[in-house]
C-alpha cells in the first residue's frame, strides 16, 4: 500500500507564509505528477499545484506568485511553500500523487488525509 502524510498546516496571520509538505511512503517504484488540492467549507476540491516529474508546474490562478511547489523525488516529497497568505486560502490541503508500485504496474492515484490552513488575523 502507499500512504500520503501531509504536515505543516496550522494558523497564519494574513500575509503570512506556511511550507505544507507531504512524504509518500510504502511500496512505490516511481512518481509521476505530485499535487496540491484544497478545499475551504462549503466549496469544492481544487486544484492548487502541480508538479511533473521532471519539475514542470502548474498553479491556480489565485495563488500564481504566491504559491511555490517543488518536489524531492529521493525522498519521494513534495512541497507547497505559501506566501501572502489571504482569509481565502483558509481550507484543508490534500497531497495528491500518480504512483506506479511497481515497474509492470500502471498509475494508481492516491491521496493524503488532509491537513488544515487556516489565515486570520
Known amino acids: 500500500q502507499v500512504q500520503l502524510v501531509e504536515s505543516g498546516g496550522g494558523l497564519v496571520q494574513p500575509g503570512g507564509s506556511l511550507r505544507l509538505s507531504c512524504a509518500a511512503s510504502?511500496?512505490?517504484?516511481?512518481?509521476?505528477?505530485m499535487n496540491w488540492y484544497r478545499q475551504a467549507p462549503g466549496k469544492q476540491r481544487e486544484l492548487v499545484a502541480l508538479?511533473?516529474?521532471?519539475?514542470?508546474?502548474t498553479y491556480a490562478d489565485s495563488v500564481k506568485g504566491r504559491f511555490t511547489i517543488s518536489r524531492d523525488n529521493a525522498k519521494n516529497t513534495v512541497f507547497l511553500e505559501m506566501n501572502s497568505l489571504k482569509p481565502e486560502d483558509t481550507a484543508v490541503y490534500y497531497c495528491?500523487?500518480?504512483?506506479?508500485?511497481?515497474?509492470?504496474?500502471?498509475?494508481?492515484?492516491?491521496w493524503g488525509q488532509g491537513i488544515q490552513v487556516t489565515v486570520s488575523s
Open positions: 495528491n500523487a500518480d504512483v506506479r508500485r511497481t515497474m509492470a504496474t500502471g498509475l494508481m492515484n492516491y
Open positions: 510504502g511500496s512505490i517504484f516511481s512518481i509521476n505528477n
Open positions: 508538479i511533473t516529474r521532471g519539475g514542470m508546474t
